[in-house]
């Protein structure tokens, strides 16, 4: 069977819809429902049931799901392993998001090339849905998020826990200006925390969901901010942040994720080097 008919398969299950998926893979739905009526005639039973709602699979689709994502898992595991410079013969393929990648992923891929030098890495940074939506198609072996939720046939280990703690800048007064704060958006459980935990407060002036960049401008701008404590660790210690007092801290650990599918000795290893790259980090 030709992979990309597999591939096609899953991107269908992933938009819900023919015509997602098309504009996902860069073809027309014609060459979409080609491919499927091609597969559905090697299985001999049909594995979509197309309406106006988009497409829902039927119960030989549903049963046909794990084979195709083994298939497409195997297939680009085996072009990368064939493809893979002389004196490597394993690669592993490792997602973070971006205010991860420094310095936890950086500790991880010094750890990989000292400690396992015969494995290849493909690193790529990415927002956490789209890692996640990577584990489950099988692209990537493992992704470094924040706040993982929970899917079917995803593995979620806690790598280690973080705070999300409210600083200030020096130069702000005593009492916090609400009309100065800066929120950062971590997502949806800290916002709902942040709304019950400050009821009273205005809807912000300035909302930034990028950590770093909310950080420099408020430092630029100065005020207030709710962020991660080990990120501003040395801002509080040279003194151009503290601590608000008797603030409420909401939790905002990081996790390893990775598929049930996903080779056991390849997860073992990007996991070892997490975990002491998260120690070295902490």
Known sequence: MDINVAKTFLEIVKTGSFGGAASNLNL???AVSARIRALEDVLERPVFVRNKAGARLTPEGERFLRFATSLVQVWDRARRAVALPPGHDNVALVGAELSLWNPLLMHWLLWMRREAPGVAINSVIERSDTLMSRVQDGTIDVAVIYGAPH???IVTELLFEEK??????ASAGE???PGAHVLVDWGGDFLAGYKAAFPDNPSPVVTIDYGPLALEYMIAA???GYFRKGFV???LESGQL????DAPEFPYSAYLVHS????KGVIDLIRNGFRLAAAITA
Do not use: A, F, I
């Not at 999300?164 to 800048?169: A, D, E, H, R, S």
């Not at 503290?242 to 007092?245: A, D, F, G, I, M």
């Open 151 to 153: 899917r079917p046939g």
């Open 164 to 169: 999300l703690v409210l600083v200030q800048t």
């Open 222 to 224: 100065g005020g207030s």
């Open 233 to 235: 660790r040395s801002h």
């Open 175 to 177: 009492v916090l200006d």
């Open 28 to 30: 027309t739905q014609t």
């Open 260 to 263: 049930t599918k996903s080779d």
């Open 242 to 245: 503290r601590l608000v007092s």
